[in-house]
């Protein structure tokens, strides 16, 4: 069935979800499902996989306009899916089936709060720019499991680094025409990113798109020995990478330093909220039941 095929997508934590046409697919599953279920007996089967496909669209939306720094797209996305989720404590009554829609419930709530943090990092400066903008959103925001800043701030402060910036590469229709269209979105511990090691960090990543877009897990390493400086970059999204800088030579194996990023990164790209879709996973055995309940193959 098509619907267990969009799960089963996420399942490779070393590829990024091509999640423009997952997108695509959850639209246009909608559509044929009123021609489909049309026994009175099944409207309420209709209504349960509407709801579904609804709100993972509005979800995988959300990480869409996320890793392109849109910030408010993906705001109104998120707030749309959270509407959606908090409507699902009234669409089902899950004390009547706990391992089926209340289990389902419960991954996309972890999905979204992971979306939450990511957010909350990407956009940060723009909550600070507007007190009264990040007032208003501020109850949303305080249900993101994953402290991004904090996680970063931290592992500067007790390690060497000298900058951690996240920097959104320019679409690949579009010719860069300089540093003005590699924004730096995050940057610790200074204010500003250091724009005096822009040219070499674009040049790293342009010269390494092969390796950077295989979306390992192990981090570009370079060391320039003219300016004394380590760089570690890894992409997160198909355009944003993280740079983490040493202001001398770092061991490309260094663990800590390794392991930093693993974690970062995993988190960021919600690679264990992903794996608990897989057969030993908690949620393997939902997606078994929706195929049985619903036993349709879209068109």
Partial sequence: MKMIDIYVSFLDTNTMPAYNELKKKLNNMQMPLSTIFTHPFLQQIRHNLSSELSLFEKLVASQIKISKWKFKDALFFICQSQADIDSWKFKFDFSENQNTWFALHSWFCKYHRALLSKFRLYFRNKLLEDSRREFQIKDKLSFSPVDYVETIQKFVSESSCFNITFVLQPPLTKKSEG??????????????????????????????????DMFTLSPLYYYDTKVNTTYFIIKVEVRMSVVIMFMDKKDKDDSIVNDFILNLVSELRSSKIFLMLKPQGSYYEVLNSRVEEANVEFV
């Fill in 179 to 212: 540093i003005k269209d590699w924004p730096g979105v995050f940057t610790c511990p200074q204010a500003e990113p250091p724009t005096m090691h822009w040219p070499n960090i674009i040049s790293l990543i342009t010269d390494n798109l092969n390796i950077l």
